[in-house]
């Protein structure tokens, strides 16, 4: 990438050598049928020459864009794909604090505002030096005055510019601020117009909008008349200047002070000597809006990962688990979401995990799964630490049924297919038709090829967890991680629901979080968790005696169900 | 097609002519002080090469003072009124849009309810303030500044002149075509890839969890660099065009004036060479915008068609030309209402009905999806109904005035926009007249009255952009205090408790069943808790209403 990026300098500048050689031949040409009559033809090696040097040109400027927009792709590409390992890496508990919204911004948009800063704004650094640079070493031995008014005005353009960034261009910042801002209101009130129009209120913002809209054009103008004033002084400075040289030798000329030839030259090459100056002038806030975009992303890379093993150590098929003292909290909480939690589970067995909402129920499954790692404790499966395992491997033991499975955009059948990418459609249907899926699948218009998620089909509560259940049955993975919905559900599907989930149940080993009695029902071991900790266990009717925590969250929570 | 966008999309540009005007003419004027600059630069030096007597250059020095002060002059000018026009069309564009699709909402805007596909269609509206200035005017300033150069080089000779005039004009559409043709197509299609790449990101980032724990991680990310190093494939392409008009320019701008050298040669008297050569090079400046003018103008014409093909809808419901009288009862009848979205939809009701005295206080059971927001929305006008009535207190829905059916009903609705604005404001378009009071009453009412007088700010904190400061629960109570300072005689609360917790959720039932006296209350929600507390309960499936026992549901049919 340094090499590519190399190639733009380099051939920035020999494209700016070219330019002087012309401006030279230009001047000789001139000269000869000028001052010396020649005619067309004596001239026609020249012009040849000419217009190679322009055709040179072409090719090098060519060149130059294209290295300088390739170093710009790749960085991108770079960084969109390092973001995102890193993004998966943090896992998804990381991004429920994150908005997606958000991410997805910095990923597209934000990394795109860095491709003006490298395909522009650094090629047009680097010839602001240098292509200046190689016009006062040529004009340096052909004529010393102006090759002083050169060198002194030409740091006063950077100058300038560095006081516009400071003064005026704050100013002008300020207000592209208050537009993005003006935007944002629009965008407010366009995406609130049904919420508007339910309270009568949508008309209204019509004078609204051309209120602000106006004020906020009159305020504008206010400052940029004052920051085009700096701008128009140095588009004035690199005129004048150029007017002095033109001038100066002029007037030196008549004196017979200089050489037609050589006056020529220098009145050719002086308004390119201003030229990548002013370019750079124009490319100026191309670096600041990058740094801007940078920042985003880079807070996102240096959210620091969870460790990863040295060495990896395979899991025992045997699945005894173990939670031993298990803490963990978020980054931004006061108390643990789990605290010194301690149980196990024995193979083959179903253990249903009660408690209150933020008791820890989710946060225990996300450590199982591996998507937070304990900040003290181990977890084990038959004595072997969890943490020593690689991630994925460990998750393909596990099948996994959320409350509210995402649906990929993508159709049912390869929704089903998650786990099991190569899985053939026979066994697709099989796995739904276990999960109770299947009928509801078929009688769909395009059936396993009906296309899901945001503008596919919306599938309801019912029907997006049967889904999941039917993922399930397809990765046919040893242990059940299973997180019940609390959702309504009609008599038909929720009778469906069920009977895909005992049949899942059957020969796994299984953690289930859930509120409903009829399920907690059916489990082996019930643990009741608060606060992060494990407070009851045994079975329904042993904690039903105790008249603790489990009785009166049965009582709270499910009067419906509890009364059935 | 796009010709008729195009003279519909210059006709908003009409009431603004004068400003585009004026800033096309400044910003000829300052590419000819540029002209000048190096035209009378170049005859001063042939001049002074001859060594005349001093006096004979006096006026050219002045020419050339006069022109590189003009120059920064014209340039300040044209800018200043160029963005005052920009911000002028911007504000008319806004209004305008707004306009067109205030009528519209929500029912024809359903396909934009992510959010995000909204904000590209503002986008749309943002990206045309720029017609103007990137697409419309260069080709203006260049067919300005190629006459007066032909203008002024057939004062020399008029094969020159001629030869000037074929050159820029054959560069100029070179470069037009080039763009045209080849741009349009690559940006399109890197816009597409873009806007996918962004579905998929969208997809992937809601779903991590989902492909993490399946085992997917690998896989999944092997897909998107696929689809990462396809944009950056197209880029390429991009980059390719972009550097070929680079270099285009290069070529073109000395090309033109290398024929000009040529055929004056012969022609021009050799003092006035310099001053054709780097005059020509100097007019160039006009022809380069060129290259970005064809790629705005299509990316305009996108966005106009986008913005028209929205507007241009019918909305789905109108006023009566005959409006009735505001109903002096509120009692709700529903009598065989059948409803889908559209004629070829299936249906979402079936001969639904529905008997609610005023004052009653119902709840309507349903699975998510089943259709219970779309009742909300046809209640309060929304969407219009074909077959079956609604009346309220003997009056036809369909025959009220719009907002008189909203003067009847308050929805808390399960998609409320927050704006970015204070808590209290947000409350308070609700009734923008009410005083503090009734706002904190109404807060105190939904169980966030707390919450907010605990913030550093209290009423005054900002929520953020669509309430993104404020969580799930709190958005929710903010948007029932809302509905509940609409002092309507309808209440209609949609799945209004969900991200809540039992003990605050039955709070805020209790407070409802209170302060609610006297006015008609209505629950969906898809949760079987709390539906002891209200007189009747209805289960929504397969589009029609079956009650369900009162006082304890039924458990046989709800568990």
Known sequence: MRLTFMATIALSVTGGICLIAQAFALSRIIRQVFLDHAALEEVSGLLLIVGLLVTLRALLGWGAHRTASEVAIRVKADLRKRLLVHLAALGPTYLLGERTGELVTTATTGIDALDPFFRDYLPALFNALLIPLAILLVVFPLDALTFIILLITAPLIPAFMMLIGMAAGALARQQYARLSHLSAHFLDVTQGLATLKLFNRSRYQITTIAHISDDFRSATMRVLRVAFVSAFALEMLATLSVAIVAVEIGLRLLHGGIPFEQALFLLVIAPEFYQPLRTLGAKFHAGTEASAAAERLFAVLAMPLPPRPARAVPIPDRLHLRFDNVTYRYPDSARPAVDQLSFEIHPGEHVALVGESGSGKSTTAALLLRFLAPDSGQITVSGVDLAQAIADQWRTRIAWVSQSPHLFQTTIADNIRLGRPAAPLEDVMEAARLAEAHEFIQALPQGYDTPCGERGLRLSGGQAQRIAIARAFLTDAPLLVLDEMTAFLDPQTEAAVQSGLRRLLQGRTALVITHRLHTIMQMDRIIVLHAGRVVEEGTHSQLMNQAGRYRALVEVFDPVTHAG | ?559
């Open chain 2, 1 to 559: 097609m796009p010709a008729k966008t195009l003279r519909r999309l210059l006709g908003l540009l009409r009431p603004f002519w004068r400003g585009m005007a004026l800033a096309a003419v400044l910003s000829v004027l300052t590419i000819a002080a540029s002209v000048g600059l190096m035209a009378t630069s170049a005859w001063m030096i042939s001049k002074a090469g001859l060594r005349p007597s001093i006096a004979e250059l006096g006026v050219s020095v002045v020419a050339v003072r006069f022109f590189g002060i003009a120059r920064g002059g014209f340039r300040y000018l044209e800018r200043l009124v160029a963005h005052d026009t920009t911000f002028r069309l911007l504000a008319d564009l806004r209004v305008q849009f707004y306009r067109a699709i205030e009528p519209l909402a929500p029912a024809r805007l359903s396909r934009y309810t992510s959010g995000d596909l909204l904000a590209r269609v503002v986008d749309d509206v943002d990206a045309l303030q720029n017609i103007y200035l990137r697409a419309v005017a260069p080709p203006l300033v260049a067919v300005l500044t190629g006459g007066l150069l032909t203008l002024l080089f057939s004062a020399f000779d008029g094969l020159v002149a001629l030869t000037a005039l074929l050159c820029l004009g054959t560069a100029a559409l070179a470069t037009t075509l080039l763009a045209w043709n080849l741009g349009r197509r690559t940006g399109q299609i890197l816009t597409q890839q873009r806007a996918q790449l962004n579905a998929e990101l969208v997809d992937s980032l809601q779903g991590m969890a989902d492909w993490i724990a399946f085992g997917q991680t690998d896989r999944r990310l092997e897909a998107l660099n696929q689809q990462i190093d396809s944009i950056a494939a197209h880029e390429r392409r991009f980059a390719r065009l972009d550097g070929l008009q680079a270099a285009l320019a290069i070529l073109f701008a000395n090309g033109v004036m290398l024929a000009v050298l040529i055929v004056a040669i012969p022609r021009v008297e050799g003092i006035f060479l310099a001053t054709l050569a780097l005059a020509t090079l100097a007019a160039y400046e006009a022809i380069l915008p060129l290259a970005q003018a064809a790629t705005y103008l299509s990316a305009s014409l996108e966005s106009a068609s986008r913005l028209f093909d929205l507007a241009d809808q019918t909305p789905a419901v109108t006023d009566p030309l005959s409006p009735a009288a505001f109903p002096a009862r509120f009692d709700l009848v529903i009598h065989d209402l059948t409803f889908g979205y559209s004629a070829d939809a299936p249906h979402l009701f079936r001969d639904l009905n529905l008997t609610l005295p005023h004052g009653q206080f119902a709840a309507i059971l349903g699975e998510s999806g089943v259709g219970k927001s779309t009742l909300a929305h046809v209640l309060v006008r929304f969407y219009d109904y074909a077959a079956g009535h609604i009346e309220i207190g003997g009056t036809e829905l369909r025959l009220l005035r719009e907002e008189d059916a909203r003067r009847i009903f308050s929805v808390m609705s399960q998609r409320t926009h927050l704006f970015h604005t204070t808590i209290r404001e947000n409350i308070r378009i609700a009734r923008p007249d009410a005083p503090d009071e009734a706002v904190e009453a109404a807060a105190r009412a939904a169980q966030i009255h707390e919450f907010i007088a605990g913030l550093p700010d209290g009423y005054e904190t900002y929520v953020g952009e669509d309430g993104a400061r404020v969580s799930g629960g709190e958005r929710q109570r903010i948007a029932l205090a809302r509905a509940l300072l609409r002092d309507t005689p309808i209440l209609i609360l949609d799945e209004a408790t969900a991200h809540l917790d039992p003990a605050t959720e039955r709070a805020v039932f209790d407070t409802i069943a209170h302060t609610c006296q006297g006015r008609t209350v209505l629950i969906f929600t898809h949760q079987v808790r709390l539906l002891d507390a209200v007189d009747a309960v209805y289960m929504l499936a397969n589009g029609v209403l079956h009650p369900l026992k009162r006082e304890k549901p039924d458990s046989e049919a709800a568990s």
